[in-house]
């Protein structure tokens, strides 16, 4: 049971190219997220989903596309890199119907992002 | 959600206890008191959750005052591998997504 992964650990983009952050979870869960934490603050949710085929936007999400079209796994894409979203990214994923513990999440390990 | 405040940092001497405080005066009835940690360059990890009453596991002991105006972690015998970012999140009942603030820099210091 390797719970949340991420792929890959390590980038180093040039501006204005693009990539993509996989990330696979082995737990069943429904929900999942992508969050950004830049030096010295808290994480920030860039978009999330609640199940198979659906996506919604969270705080930060402009420059970012999502997918989720297997319920493992959530898809985060820089269409256009820029330096300012040089970050750590972190995947979570959680569960619905956890009596008395709803939606704790479980995050992967990130993906360290630089743009140059 | 409500809005949390966590002093910037505090330092703890291996073997006692720390205790960390939050305070979240504009808490509503159906809202959590939920506490992650992040070890340097990890992801997030739970610790532990309440509502109103005191809670305890494995990991640490979460005390909520009577009015739910603030919380206190209690991490009973604190180990060099407890250093970490402390974070203390209020969230409405299946809510499922987390406002995480800077957090509380917790060193244990041999």
């Known amino acids: 049971n390797a719970g949340v992964t991420q792929t890959p650990k390590f980038r180093v983009l040039k501006t204005g190219q693009s990539m993509t952050l996989l990330c696979a979870q082995d737990?069943?869960?429904?929900?999942m997220y992508w969050y950004r934490q830049d030096p010295g603050m808290g994480l920030r949710l860039i978009h999330y989903?609640?199940?198979?085929?659906?996506?919604a936007k969270g705080e930060v999400p402009d420059g970012y596309n999502v997918s989720r079209l297997k319920k493992q796994n959530f898809l985060l894409g820089l269409e256009s890199a820029a330096p300012s979203q040089t970050s750590v990214y972190f995947c979570?994923?959680?569960?619905?119907?956890?009596?008395?513990?709803?939606?704790?999440?479980?995050f992967g390990p990130g993906t360290r992002l630089t743009v140059t | 959600d409500a809005k949390t405040t966590q002093p910037t940092s505090m330092d703890c001497a291996e073997g006692r206890a720390a205790n960390l405080p939050c305070n979240h005066s504009?808490?509503?009835?159906?809202?959590?008191v939920y506490w992650y940690r992040q070890i340097h360059s990890q992801g997030p990890q739970y610790i532990i959750h309440?509502?109103?009453n005191n809670e305890t596991n494995e990991m640490a002991s979460l005390i909520i005052t009577e009015d739910r105006k603030s919380s206190t972690l209690i991490l009973p015998h604190a180990t060099l591998r407890d250093t970490a970012v402390y974070y203390c999140?209020?969230?409405?009942?299946?809510?499922?997504?987390?406002?995480f603030g800077a957090g509380t820099t917790v060193t244990v210091r041999a």
């Open positions: 979570a994923s959680s569960q619905t119907r956890q009596k008395d513990r709803a939606h704790e999440q479980y």
């Open positions: 737990m069943n869960h429904e929900y």
């Open positions: 989903s609640v199940g198979e085929g659906t996506t």
């Open positions: 504009t808490i509503s009835g159906n809202e959590y």
């Open positions: 309440g509502l109103k």
């Open positions: 999140i209020v969230r409405v009942i299946n809510d499922y997504k987390l406002s």
